[in-house]
C-alpha cells in the first residue's frame, strides 16, 4: 500500500485545510494510506479514513526518519517546504497562492524564499489553476506545473436539500474569511442598491476574520442591518443548508487562486457571481455556471445579481455537470496518477 504524507504548517481554519482533508479522504478509500502532518495542529481534522500526526520538529533525527517511512512527502504550505531538503522520498508541492502575491506579508515572503530554496528538490507541482500555474512559471522559471482544480464533495453538497435558513429573496451568500482582500463591503454596498428593486433582498455572510466589526457598522450606517445576516463560523460539513437556502453566491475577493465556495455553491445547483480577478474569469468560463462583474464597480455588481438571479435557473445545469467533473473522487484519481508516474520513475 502506498503511503503518503500530506504535510502542513500551521493547520487551522481555512480553504487550504479543507481541501488536505478532503483530498485526503478521497485518497483513503481509493487505498492509499495517508497521514495529515502538521507543524501544529489548531483544529484536529476530523479522521476519515486517514491518520493525523504532529510533525517531530525538534529531533532532526526522527523528523528525517519519520518522513522517510512514507513513500511520497504531499506538501501544502509554503514553511514545510523546508521538509524537503531533509526527505530522500519524492516531494510534492501544491501551490494554492497567498493573498496579494509577492507584496512583502510574512506569509508571502515565507512562500517566495521556501520555493526559492527548495524547489530543485520537488519532484512535481501542482496549482490549483492555471492563474496558479502562470504565477510559479512567472517568478520561479518553474515549468511541467500540473493543474488539478480543487474538488467537492457531491454527496454533501447537492441540489434539493432544506432552504432552512432563508432570510429574504434573492438571498445571495458569501462564505469565507473575513479578510480586507476578500472586499466584503462591496457586497453590502451591493445590497443597498439591490433592495431598491428587491426590498426583502438579504445577504448571508459566513465566516468571521479581522474585517468583521467593521462589516457590521457599514450595515448599520446603510440602515440594511435587517438585511444582512452575520453567522460566524460554521463548520464545513454544516454548510451545505446555507448553500440550499440562498440564490446566489458572491464573492468580490481580488485575491484567489481556486475558491472553494464556489464549486460547493455550483454543487447545490446554484450561480455565482465574482470579480473580474484572473482565477474567477478562468473558473467562470469554464463552467459558464455565472457571470463575472467588473471589480471594484459596486453598480456592475448589483447589475450582474440582478441578472443571474432573473435567469438563475439556465446556470443550474452548467454548475452541476462542473461540479461532478470535479468531484474530490475524480481530483484524486488525478492525484494518483501523479504518485505512480513519480515512484515508476
Keep these: 500500500m502506498m503511503r503518503v504524507l500530506m504535510a502542513a504548517g500551521i493547520y ?3 480553504g487550504a485545510s479543507t481541501v488536505i482533508e478532503n483530498l485526503a479522504d478521497a485518497l483513503g478509500r481509493k487505498g492509499v494510506d495517508v497521514t495529515i502532518g502538521a507543524l501544529k495542529f489548531k483544529r484536529i481534522p476530523p479522521k476519515a479514513g486517514y491518520s493525523v500526526s504532529t510533525l517531530p520538529i525538534h529531533n532532526v533525527s526522527k523528523l528525517k526518519r519519520f518522513l522517510n517511512s512514507f513513500d511520497i512527502v504531499h506538501n501544502h504550505h509554503p514553511i514545510t517546504n523546508y521538509l524537503a531538503l531533509l526527505s530522500n522520498k519524492p516531494f510534492i508541492y501544491h501551490f494554492h497562492g497567498a493573498p496579494d502575491f509577492g507584496r512583502g506579508s510574512l506569509y508571502r515572503f515565507s512562500m517566495l524564499s521556501s520555493i526559492k530554496i527548495t524547489s530543485h528538490r520537488f519532484d512535481a507541482v501542482i496549482a490549483v489553476s492555471d492563474t496558479g500555474r502562470d504565477e510559479l512559471e512567472r517568478y520561479f522559471s518553474l515549468n511541467k506545473v500540473h493543474v488539478i482544480y480543487n ?5 454533501l453538497f447537492k441540489p434539493g436539500l432544506e432552504e432552512r435558513f432563508r432570510k429574504g429573496t434573492p438571498q445571495c451568500l458569501f462564505v469565507g474569511n473575513l479578510y480586507d482582500y476578500k472586499k466584503v463591503d462591496e457586497l453590502i454596498l451591493a445590497l443597498k442598491r439591490l433592495i431598491k428593486k428587491y426590498p ?3 445577504l448571508q455572510i459566513v465566516g468571521e476574520g479581522a474585517a468583521q466589526a467593521k462589516l457590521k457598522n457599514l450595515a448599520s450606517r446603510l440602515n440594511i442591518q435587517d438585511n444582512v445576516s452575520f453567522v460566524g463560523v460554521v463548520p464545513h460539513n454544516n454548510l451545505t443548508p446555507y448553500y440550499a437556502s440562498c440564490d446566489v453566491y458572491v ?7 481556486f475558491p472553494l465556495p464556489l464549486l460547493e455553491a455550483w454543487a447545490c445547483g446554484k450561480p455565482v457571481v465574482a470579480s473580474s480577478i484572473r482565477s474567477h474569469e478562468e473558473l467562470l468560463s469554464v463552467s459558464k455556471a455565472g457571470k463575472i462583474y467588473k471589480v471594484g464597480d459596486v453598480q456592475d455588481l448589483c447589475a450582474t445579481i440582478t441578472a443571474v438571479y432573473e435567469h438563475k435557473d439556465e446556470f443550474k445545469c452548467n454548475a452541476l455537470q462542473f461540479a461532478k467533473e470535479h468531484d474530490w473522487s475524480v481530483v484524486a484519481d488525478r492525484i494518483t496518477g501523479i504518485y505512480t508516474e513519480i515512484l515508476s520513475d
Design 12 to 14: 487551522s481554519l481555512g
Design 151 to 155: 474538488g467537492v464533495n457531491t454527496n
Design 200 to 202: 426583502l433582498a438579504h
Design 251 to 257: 464573492t468580490a475577493s481580488r485575491c484567489e487562486q
